[in-house]
C-alpha cells in the first residue's frame, strides 16, 4: 500500500463521504478560512499576489484535496453528454471510431498487451463558431482547429463543457484566435487501488491517435490546419501522440498502410511532462511552490496518478518512457538528443509560479535544442500558477497570456 496521503479516496463510500462533506463545510468557511486570510495579511507566497488571488489560490487546493479523499466524477455518457452540451452549452458532439489496430505498433502495442487495452469508440465535443449549424461536419477550408486533450493528471478531468479543465480553458482561446474552432477528445480516464485498474498506458495514447485519424482521414481535415493542444497531462498525450507517429514513421507513409501527418503546431498550457517526478529537489519549483500552485497535493506527494497510468507497467517507466515523461532528468542525453527534431512549431503557455516551471524549462530546452529558438515560443506568465486558464480572479493573467497566443496562432 502507498503510504501518500492525498488521492486515497479513503472517504468515498456512503456514509464516510457524507460525514466527511459535513466535516469539510465547517472546516473550511469557520476554521481555515479564517487562517487562510490571517496568513495572507503577513505571508504571501508571491509579493505581487493580493489577499484575495492568495486566498482563492488556498482554497481551491482544498477542493482539490476533497476531490482526492471522496472520489473523481466519471465522463458522463455520451447520449447525456451530447445532449446536455447541445443544450445548455451550445457546443456540438461527435463520435469517433476507433483508430485501425494495426496503427497500434511497436513498444505502444507491447504496453497495450501488457495493460489489456484496445482502440475504443470514444467522443468528442466542438466549440467555436457555426460547430452546432454545420452539424459537426468538416469545417471550411483554411478553419483553423485545436485538436484538445484536456488535463486532470490522466485520471479526472472532461472534455464536456461543464468542466473547467476544457470548458474554461476553450473560452480565451476562442476570444484571442479568431475563427477557430476546438475539438476537444474524451480520452479514456485511467484508475489505479483503490480502484479496479483500468485504462492504462496507453489507452489515453490511443483515443488521442483515434481523435486525430477522425479529424484527418474522417473529415478530411487538412493537417495543415490542425494545431494539436493540451492542458497539464493533457500535454503529456499531445506531446506523446506527435512522438509516436514520427518515431513510427506514420507521417511518412504515402499510400502504404495507416498515416498521420503532422499538424500545422503544438500548442501546450502547463504541459506535466515528467511523471517519473525527476525535478523533485529541495531547491527546485517543485518544492518552493507548493503554496503558490493549486495542484500540489494532486502531482506531489501524491502516486495515484502515477499508478495509474502505469497500470501493469514497470514502475520505471514513469521515468524512461518517452511518451509518458519526455522532460524526464533520467533519460540519457542520447535518448533525447533529436528527439523532437521532427515536431512542428510549438508555442508554450504556463505560470511563473507553478510547480512544474522547471518541468516545463527542461522541457522547452530540448525544444529549442532540436528545433531553434525561433520554432519555440516561451509564453511563461509570470506569478501564475498550473493551469491558470481556469481560475477565477487571474482575468489580467489570461488577457495577456491568450493575447500571445492569439498573436502567435494568427502568424501560423
Sequence with gaps: ?????????????????????????????????????LRAI??????????????????????????GQTGITPH????????????????????????????????????????????????????????LEEGFKKPPPGTKM?????????????????????????????????????????????QASPYPLANGFPAGLIDALSGYYYLVHTLGIDSNDIIVSGSSAGGALAVGMLLYIIRQGLHRRDGSGLSLPL?????????????????????????????SDIVSPFIQPTDYCVRAV?????????EKNVYISPASKNLTDEEVKG??????????????????????????????????KERVLDLEEPDCPHVFSTLLLHEKDKESAYGKVGRWYKDL
Design 1 to 37: 500500500m502507498s503510504s501518500q496521503t492525498n488521492f486515497t479516496f479513503r472517504f468515498r463510500r456512503q456514509p464516510l463521504k457524507l460525514l466527511y462533506t459535513l466535516y469539510k463545510l465547517i472546516t473550511i468557511p469557520f476554521i481555515k478560512l479564517p487562517f487562510f486570510i
Design 42 to 67: 503577513f505571508i504571501r507566497p508571491r509579493p505581487t499576489w493580493s489577499l484575495a488571488r492568495t486566498v482563492y489560490v488556498d482554497l481551491y487546493r482544498q477542493v482539490v484535496v476533497f476531490i
Design 76 to 131: 458522463l455518457s455520451p447520449d447525456k453528454g451530447a445532449e446536455s452540451a447541445r443544450k445548455q452549452f451550445g457546443v456540438g458532439f461527435s463520435f469517433v471510431e476507433p483508430i485501425p489496430e494495426e496503427g497500434i505498433v511497436a513498444d505502444v502495442k507491447e504496453a497495450a498487451r501488457l495493460n489489456g487495452v484496445k482502440p475504443e469508440r470514444r467522443w468528442g465535443y466542438w466549440y467555436g463558431p457555426g460547430v
Design 146 to 190: 485545436f485538436y484538445f486533450m484536456h488535463g486532470g493528471g490522466f485520471v479526472l478531468g472532461s472534455a464536456h463543457p461543464s468542466d473547467p479543465l476544457t470548458g474554461e480553458t476553450s473560452t480565451p482561446i476562442l476570444k484571442h484566435c479568431p475563427g477557430a474552432n476546438i475539438f476537444a477528445i474524451e480520452y479514456r480516464l485511467a
Design 263 to 291: 499538424p500545422r503546431a503544438l500548442w501546450l498550457e502547463s504541459p506535466a511532462v515528467d511523471w517519473g517526478m525527476s525535478h523533485v529537489t529541495s531547491t527546485s519549483s517543485m518544492t518552493l511552490f507548493q503554496r
Design 310 to 318: 502505469l497500470g501493469n507497467l514497470p514502475k520505471e517507466e514513469a
Design 339 to 372: 528527439l523532437f527534431k521532427e515536431f512542428p512549431d510549438v508555442a508554450l503557455t504556463y505560470g511563473g509560479s507553478e510547480i512544474l516551471r522547471d518541468v516545463v524549462w527542461t522541457f522547452r530546452d530540448r525544444l529549442v535544442r532540436d528545433l531553434g
